[in-house]
Nanobody
Framework: QVQLVESGGGLVQAGGSLRLSCAAS????????MGWFRQAPEKEREFVAA????????YYADSVKGRFTISRDNAKNTVYLQMNSLKPEDTAIYYC?????????????????WGQGTQVTVSS
């Protein structure tokens, strides 16, 4: 059972930046692809970004492409989401998730483990 703990959320003005971290309870480097999702009030959970086990491949939602960067440090069992040029519509709870395969990465039901989420609020 992999436990995931997100951190780094907070309140930021539009145009600002935040870096989210997701620490895993066990070694994930050779076993798990990782993803970030977000959910705003009264909206469906939305894919943000995913990265394969080695970090060589990443995929982004169109809404964040060019602004967000997903990365991982396998030595620290940690995945990051660098968020730049934030917009009010980025406001949501952000979740990281882990899975053993890397296909159809936008589909949240294919992820096996989830963190508790961290709130990101972007003011206009």
């Amino acid at each position: 059972q992999v436990q995931l703990v997100e951190s780094g959320g907070g309140l930021v003005q539009a145009g600002g930046s935040l870096r989210l971290s997701c620490a895993a309870s066990e070694r994930t480097s050779s076993n798990y692809a990782m993803g970030w999702f977000r959910q705003a009030p009264e909206k469906e959970r939305e894919f943000v970004a995913a990265i394969n086990w080695s970090g060589a491949n990443a995929y982004y939602a169109d809404s964040v492409k060019g602004r967000f960067t997903i990365s991982r440090d396998n030595a620290k069992n940690t995945v990051y989401l660098q968020m730049n040029s934030l917009k009010p519509e980025d406001t949501a709870i952000y979740y990281c998730a882990a899975r053993t395969t890397y296909y159809s990465v936008t589909y949240y039901k294919l992820y096996d483990y989830w963190g508790q989420g961290t709130q990101v609020t972007v003011s206009s």
